[in-house]
């Protein structure tokens, strides 16, 4: 064989090689513990742990499972301390419980709210399978119905559910609904002009408003209408614009006439 031949044959050989490497190299990194700084783990609500490592690949997915997964571990977090203040209410007399909330610094209404949440057992097995309702308002409302309804609720939700949702899977009784909305006092209605805004707009107004009542401990914010309202100001955006389209061309058709 040529001399030529030889040593293009043997370039060959050496950048398969190569290749072989880098991909034994590559896949030790994906498989090693170190990985997750590199590769972020999809949103799983079972996970435990903090993920404390810096994002290496910037993409949108990678930074929206690291924060999903780390704010919903903020969410079981809450529901454990629901569950030792109602295992203290349980064991330690009520002097020394008092004490425990002052020291943890519980308002009347958190404290409440806690060991509703804490005291249902039922609630422990959604927390165990990642299916834990992320409002504490829905966590409340899941404590108002019976068994039997639970049953018809448990298979279906998860951590996104929203109220109207649990309210119609578990065909809930009208004064089952006036129990839950007499315990959590509505005292203040926001209103907003849609001739004034878009979607967009409205949307950054909404976050506004809920970062700035998110400081207050004892308020709960129920959002399930804002969906609603984004509809009906798209709707009202669009006959806007084809009342415009309809005017332009309207004149338009003037126009030619007058021509």
Not at 57 to 72: G, L, M, P
Not at 86 to 104: F, G, H, I, S, T
Request: charged content about 30%; overall charge positive; proline content about 2%.
């Amino acid at each position: 064989m040529p001399t030529q031949n030889l040593f293009h044959l043997e370039q060959i050989t050496q950048t398969n090689n190569e290749r072989k490497r880098m991909s034994n190299n590559m896949n030790a990194v994906v498989n090693s513990k170190t990985a997750q700084s590199i590769v972020a783990k999809n949103y799983n609500p079972m996970i435990s742990n903090l993920t404390t490592l810096e994002i290496k690949n910037k993409t949108v997915d990678n930074y929206y499972n690291q924060i999903r997964n780390n704010f919903y571990l903020g969410v079981k977090a809450h529901f454990i301390i629901a569950r030792d203040l109602y295992d203290a209410k349980q064991n330690l007399d009520n002097e020394d419980y008092q004490r425990l909330v002052d020291k943890c610094n519980f308002s009347g209404s958190t404290q409440r709210k806690y060991l509703l949440i804490g005291g249902d057992f039922r609630l422990f097995g959604l927390f165990t399978k990642g299916k834990l309702p992320i409002a504490r308002t829905n966590q409340l409302l899941l404590t108002t119905i019976t068994d039997e309804q639970f049953k018809k609720v448990e298979s279906k939700v998860d951590s996104d559910t929203s109220a109207s949702e649990i309210r119609k899977l578990a065909d809930m009784k009208k004064e089952q609904v006036e129990k839950i909305e007499n315990m959590l006092l509505t005292f203040l209605k926001i209103e907003i002009d849609k001739s004034q805004v878009n979607v967009a707009k409205f949307k950054s107004i909404l976050n506004k408003v809920k970062k700035d009542l998110s400081t207050i401990p004892e308020i709960t914010i129920v959002d399930d209408s804002v969906v609603d309202v984004e509809k009906r100001i798209s709707s009202y955006t669009q006959k806007l614009i084809n009342k415009q389209k309809k005017e332009m061309k309207k004149k338009e058709v003037k126009q030619k006439k007058v021509a």
